[in-house]
C-alpha cells in the first residue's frame, strides 16, 4: 500500500478550512520566538479528499479491531465499547476545558462540572469496590499498580516498618511482578495449586518482611480463588497489605466487592471494564481505590465538597505520596467510565459481570469436546485451553492455532500467557458477544480442531487472508521499523 506522502500530487487539495478571522498582522507580532517559526510551508501531503478517505478507510482495513469482529484476547476485556460515551466525552464544556481553570479565581467555577464528574466517579467506584476513597490520576492499569504499590511503601515507611518484599502468585500478570520490582521491592512467587495461589504455601512465605501481596480474583486462568478470606486474614495478621489488581473486575461486578473480599487496595482499567477502547496505544486509566487506613496517603490533589455544594481541590494531605500524574489524570477517560456507568446503573454492571461469566463458560462446555480445558471447573469471565495434546499428536502449537484463526475472522486469543499452562489458549469472549457470535466463534474452533488431523500444514501456513502472513515477531519486536523514509 502507498503512503499517502506517495499519493500527493503538487496543488491537489482535500482541506476546506475556513477562512481564518485573525490579520496576518497578528502573526507578525506572535510573541513566539522566531526561532521557532518555519520559514518555509510544511511538506504536507497534496491530495484530494476521496484519497484521504479511501486511504485512511483502506488503512484501517488492515487492522482487526473490535469494530469489525469478536476479539477474545484472554485478560484484555477487550469489549465493544458504546459510542455514547465518545458523545459524552466529546461535549464541548468538557473537551474545551482547560486544566488550569480550577485554580483560577472564576475557574473554580467553570470547572464545576468536570470536578463534579471527578467527584461523583470516585464515589460510584467506591461504591463498586467497596473501597473508602479512589485517585483518578494513573493514567493506565501499571501506573496504577505503581501507585498501588507506593501507597503500600508510604504505609509502612509511616508505621516504621521494615519491610522489603512483596509476594505475588506464579499466574500473575506480568505488570505485577514487575512493578514491585521497579518500586524497589523483592518479588518472591507464590506458587498455585489447582489454578489458584496455595493460602498454605502463601501462609509459609508470609513473613516481618512481607509489604504485600499483589493478587487478581478471579486470577489470569479465570479462576476465584476461594481462600481468599483465609489469605486476607494471614496478610493483615502479618501487617502485609493486599493489593487487588482489579483489571479482570469485568467478572464480579455487582457480586463481589474487592474490600469485602478483604483487600486494601486496588486499581481498576477504565479501558478494560468501563467503556474506553484500548488496544493501539490510546489512552487508558488505573484509577486507584484504597480502605479507610490508606486515604491520607492518597495522591494530591483531590477533589473535596465545601459546605455549600461547590467542589475544589484539596492539596492539603501532608502524608500523601504526592502526584503521580499531570493535572488530574486522563479526565476524557474517568469520563466515559462516568456516562458508561450511570447508564447501565448497579442492574447493568451486575448484569455486565453475569454475561461476561456465562459466555465464558459457554464456550469452555462447547468447546471441551475438541480442546483440552486446562483447569476442568466452572471458570469466570474467561477459560484456558492447553493445545499441548495437538502439539504432541499432530505438531500443532498455540501459535499455529492464533493464525488460522485471523483466517476465520477472529482477532486470535492470548497465547502462551498465563505462564502456568503449557502451550495457553486464553479467551476471553466478554459479554458484548451474542450467541450467534460465540457459536460462529465454537465452529471455528472445531473446523481447526478437525484440520489439526486432516490437514496440519493448512495451520502451519496461516494465516493467509491477511495482508501480511507470518512477521518475524523477533525482529518486529527488536527493529522495529516505525518510520517510513517518504520517498516517492
Ligand atoms: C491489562 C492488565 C494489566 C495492565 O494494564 P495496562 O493498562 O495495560 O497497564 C494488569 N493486570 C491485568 C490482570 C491485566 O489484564
Known amino acids: 500500500m502507498k503512503t499517502i506522502y506517495q499519493m500527493s500530487r503538487p496543488g491537489r487539495r482535500g482541506d476546506s478550512i475556513p477562512a481564518h478571522r485573525i490579520d496576518d498582522d497578528y502573526f507578525k507580532q506572535s510573541r513566539l520566538p522566531l526561532e521557532l517559526c518555519r520559514s518555509q510551508a510544511a511538506e504536507l501531503p497534496e491530495v484530494a479528499e476521496i484519497d484521504v478517505v479511501r486511504h485512511f478507510t483502506n488503512l484501517s482495513r488492515l487492522n482487526f479491531g473490535v469494530d469489525v469482529g469478536p476479539y477474545p484476547l484472554g485478560s484484555c476485556t477487550m ?38 464528574v471527578l467527584y461523583e466517579c470516585d464515589r460510584l467506584l467506591c461504591e463498586i469496590t467497596g473501597m473508602a476513597a479512589f485517585t483518578m490520576q494513573p493514567l493506565a492499569g501499571a501506573h496504577g499498580e505503581l501507585t498501588g504499590i507506593m501507597l503500600i511503601a508510604a504505609y509502612h515507611q509511616d508505621k516504621g516498618n521494615q519491610r522489603s518484599i512483596v509476594l505475588v502468585p506464579d499466574s ?59 489469605i486476607a486474614e494471614a496478610a493483615h495478621k ?176 492470548t497465547i502462551y500467557f498465563p505462564l502456568v499452562v503449557p502451550e495457553a489458549l486464553m479467551i476471553e469472549p466478554t459479554e458484548t458477544e451474542s450467541k450467534e457470535n460465540l457459536d460462529a466463534f465454537v465452529a471455528a474452533m472445531t473446523k481447526l480442531a478437525q484440520a489439526c488431523k486432516d490437514d496440519p500444514e493448512l495451520l502451519h501456513q496461516a494465516p493467509v487472508t491477511t495482508p501480511v502472513g507470518r512477521l518475524d515477531e523477533v525482529s518486529a519486536a527488536r527493529k522495529p521499523i516505525l518510520t517510513d523514509p517518504l520517498e516517492p
Request: hydrophobic share 45%; aromatic share 10%; proline share 7%.
Open 172 to 230: 500473575a500478570h506480568g505488570t505485577n511482578p514487575a512493578t514491585a520490582a521497579i518500586a524497589g521491592y523483592e518479588v518472591v512467587t507464590v506458587p498455585s495449586k489447582d489454578g489458584v495461589m496455595d493460602p498454605a504455601a502463601f501462609k509459609e512465605m508470609l513473613s516481618e518482611q512481607v509489604a504485600g501481596v499483589m493478587m487478581t480474583n478471579p486470577n489470569t486462568v479465570g479462576l476465584f480463588n476461594p481462600y481468599i478470606a483465609e
Open 238 to 413: 502479618a501487617d502485609a497489605l493486599l493489593y487487588y489488581d482489579g483489571a479482570n473486575l469485568n467478572a464480579i461486578m455487582g457480586y463481589a466487592k474487592p474490600a469485602d473480599l478483604g483487600f486494601d487496595i486496588v486499581h481498576l482499567n477504565l479501558h478494560k471494564t468501563f467503556a474506553t477502547p484500548h488496544g493501539g496505544g490510546g489512552p487508558g486509566a488505573g484509577p486507584v481505590g484504597v480502605v479507610e487506613k490508606l486515604v491520607e496517603y492518597l495522591p494530591i490533589s483531590r477533589v473535596a465538597e465545601h459546605k455549600d455544594g461547590t467542589l475544589f481541590l484539596d492539596y492539603d494531605h501532608p502524608k500523601s505520596i504526592g502526584y503521580v500524574a499531570p493535572f488530574y489524570g486522563n479526565f476524557g477517560v474517568v469520563l466515559k467510565a462516568y456516562a458508561y456507568i450511570l447508564a447501565l446503573g448497579g442492574e447493568g454492571l451486575k448484569r455486565v459481570s453475569e454475561d461476561a461469566v456465562l459466555a465464558a463458560n459457554y464456550l469452555r462446555v462447547k468447546l471441551m469436546e475438541h480442546w483440552q480445558v486446562a483447569f476442568d471447573q466452572t471458570c469466570m469471565h474467561e477459560v484456558v485451553f492447553t493445545a499441548q495434546d495437538k502439539v504432541e499428536q499432530y505438531g500443532v502449537s498455540a501459535l499455529d492455532v492464533a493464525k488460522a484463526l485471523i483466517d476465520e475472522g477472529f482477532h486470535p486469543p
Open 79 to 116: 469489549k465493544y465499547n458504546p459510542k455514547f460515551t465518545e458523545q459524552a466525552a466529546r461535549l464541548p464544556g468538557f473537551a474545551g476545558l482547560h486544566p488550569l481553570l480550577p485554580q483560577l479565581r472564576r475557574g473554580g467555577l467553570l470547572a464545576q462540572g468536570a470536578l463534579r
